[in-house]
């Protein structure tokens, strides 16, 4: 988080994160971690405390499809399902 008044820049939190969101409230952000199971977390930008919610997700989710409502009640997230079928075709 940088501060442009005090230009002072403080870390919320460490570990690598995606699909960074503000919540309404101006101090709470939300975002998914990054792994094969990756975890919606909810960090206060003043305490620090970090919350995991608790959701199972039914896709692993993308970073351009992740909004929250105005009033931060509400997360929309797209997921990826990917199927592929691999076909050989052999001219006789």
Do not use: C
Request: proline fraction near 7%.
């Amino acid at each position: 988080m940088y501060d442009l008044q005090s230009q002072v820049t403080t870390t919320i939190a460490t570990e690598e994160a995606f699909g960074v969101r503000w919540l309404p409230d101006g101090r709470r952000v939300v975002y998914f971690t990054a792994g094969q199971h990756p975890d919606l977390v909810i960090v206060d930008s003043v305490t620090r405390q970090r919350s995991v919610v608790p959701v199972q997700l039914p896709g692993p989710p993308t970073n351009d499809v992740f909004s929250i409502s105005r009033d931060g009640r509400t997360i929309y997230y797209g997921a990826v399902h990917e199927e592929a079928d691999i076909w050989i075709a052999e001219r006789k």
